[in-house]
């Protein structure tokens, strides 16, 4: 459906910096924009790099510690105002941890390995302490763990600076892989919070289903998962607990009635992206017994899990926060459109034809930017004006 919305006030002052999600979102889109193209150009060797991190590993680190963890603060601090009508950062407070996230992203472009790494983590630190704060006034226990999930992934981080400083036990990728398993775990609570209530609120007689003790073995599989690769355990049992997750995530998706979404696109994107958690577990798990490439599951997870979950939340409530109506335009539906593109170019070119692995990789990229340029596009004004209904946010 591609309803247009109502236009936005000619005046009204810049909102960017009146709740999470404007300036998260914004940035996160930016960077998942040219941060891509950036990568594309280093591994066509049109770009050389002089810089603290670089090639695969800059790509890696900025996908997880730049743009998802962005994404993250955005959609928490803006969902932490309505779990307990307290007030989230706001005006001064959230302008300096969006400029530590920027600073961060900025020096790991530089030869300076230190200013960077502390940048890096005082944005984590200052995220979780800007998420502690109304949680704690409003003694909402239920979502304390948030507070330590950002601190995990603020973890995560040192410990990839000091992998990559030497001054680690651990191989730098044993952090990246940490810090993924973080993201995992995160869109998979979140993901059995939003999507059943999004998919019955916005398909008329679907009834989503959640069993008890599906939801357990679905998110526990998971945080298992995060703990093996932690101690790193042996293949064959980071396999078992991946093909036992990718197991539970299906069957959990399929009570959510997926095949009734396609006629919303707002609503299908969040199932078509939640069924690459289940691909990518799966396809994990056929790595261990070399089945496929061990790079294919981290792609299948990174590009069409985390790229089209976040891209749908983002667009969703950005819409809902703005008080624009829930029916995304052209824009949107392309976006949408052409990050599943870049999942299946991804994955499935390399599988089929693994010879043509430089050019599906670069043709994957630049779908993959031209979706989140479209997203800039349609949301920058939506994001740095006013509410329409006039309310706060």
């Known amino acids: 459906m591609t309803t247009p919305s109502p236009a936005l006030p000619p005046s009204g002052g810049l909102a960017l910096w009146n709740l999470g999600f404007r300036p998260f979102y914004l940035l996160a889109g930016a960077l998942a924009a040219l941060g891509m193209l950036g990568w594309v150009a280093q591994l066509a060797g049109w770009l050389g790099a002089h810089t603290y991190v670089r090639g695969p590993l800059w790509h890696a680190h900025e996908m997880i510690f730049g743009y998802a ?3 993250i603060v955005g959609f928490l601090f803006t969902a932490a105002r ?3 009508g307290q007030p989230t950062p706001t005006g001064a407070a959230l302008a300096l941890i969006a400029a530590l996230w920027l600073a961060a992203r900025l020096l790991v472009l530089t030869p300076w390995p230190w200013p960077a790494a502390a940048v890096d ?3 984590a630190l200052a995220a979780a302490a800007g998420l502690a704060r109304p949680l704690l006034a409003a003694k909402n226990r239920r979502n304390y763990f948030f ?6 992934l603020g973890a995560a981080n040192l410990a ?3 992998a990559m400083a030497g001054l680690a036990t651990f191989p730098v990728q044993r952090a990246l892989q940490f810090g993924l398993d973080l993201v995992l775990f995160i869109m998979v ?3 059995g919070r939003v999507i059943p ?5 916005g398909i008329p007689g679907s009834k989503p289903e959640r069993l008890a003790w599906l939801e357990r073995s679905a998110i526990g599989s998971v945080l298992a998962l995060l703990a093996v690769d932690a101690l790193g355990a042996p293949p064959a049992v980071v396999g078992a607990i991946a093909a036992f997750a990718a197991l539970g995530n299906a069957a959990r998706l399929a009570l959510w009635q997926p095949w009734r979404t396609l006629s919303r696109p707002i609503v299908w994107i969040l199932h078509a992206s939640y069924a690459w958690i289940a691909l990518s577990l799966l396809l994990r798990a056929l790595a261990v017994f070399e089945i496929v490439p061990d790079n294919l599951a981290t792609h299948a997870f990174t590009v069409g899990a985390v790229g089209g979950l976040t891209l749908g939340m983002m667009t969703r409530t950005a819409r809902g926060h703005s008080g624009l109506r829930l029916e995304p335009g052209r824009l949107e539906i392309a976006a949408y459109l052409l990050l599943q593109l870049a999942a299946l170019t991804r994955v499935f070119v390399l599988l089929l034809l693994p010879g043509q692995y430089l050019n599906a990789v670069i043709a994957s990229g630049l779908f993959w930017s031209l979706a989140f340029t479209l997203f800039v596009v349609k949301f920058s004004p939506i994001l ?3 509410r329409l209904d006039g309310r706060e946010g």
């Open 69 to 71: 963890f962005a994404v």
């Open 82 to 84: 309505n779990w307990t």
């Open 121 to 123: 983590i005082a944005f």
């Open 147 to 152: 507070v330590a999930l950002l601190l995990a």
């Open 160 to 162: 990839f600076h000091l």
């Open 189 to 191: 609570l979140m993901g």
């Open 197 to 201: 209530m999004f998919t019955a609120n």
């Open 384 to 386: 740095l004006h006013p």
